[in-house]
């Protein structure tokens, strides 16, 4: 796993960001939605961790999923991301 340590303004602006995203105007798609979770739980938690879910539970799988493609990448580059993702919103 790469965790690179984000930095304390990385982080505010992280924890701002997530904050934002909760007060949007309009919801966003499904497939934006994902993403953003994906990367916040990467920014957050770092590599996906435990089994995939199974075929039944198809949220938690496609959550799973989307959280595993980002497997490798640094917490702080997932953190910049949602940031400009929700910036972007």
């Keep these: 796993m790469t965790?690179?340590?984000p930095t304390n303004d990385l982080q505010?602006?992280?924890?701002?960001a997530i904050a934002h995203s909760k007060t949007l105007a309009t919801?966003?798609?499904?497939?934006?939605?994902l993403q953003l979770y994906a990367l916040y739980k990467q920014g957050s938690s770092g590599d996906v961790a435990g089994e995939r879910p199974?075929?039944?539970d198809?949220?938690?799988?496609a959550k799973w999923d989307a959280w595993a493609a980002?497997?490798?990448a640094s917490r702080a580059q997932a953190m910049q991301d949602y940031i400009?993702?929700?910036?972007?919103l």
């Design 27 to 33: 919801r966003p798609d499904n497939l934006t939605l």
């Design 3 to 5: 965790d690179s340590a």
């Design 70 to 72: 980002l497997r490798g």
């Design 54 to 56: 199974g075929m039944t």
């Design 58 to 61: 198809f949220v938690a799988r």
């Design 12 to 16: 505010a602006a992280f924890d701002a």
């Design 84 to 88: 400009e993702r929700v910036r972007g």
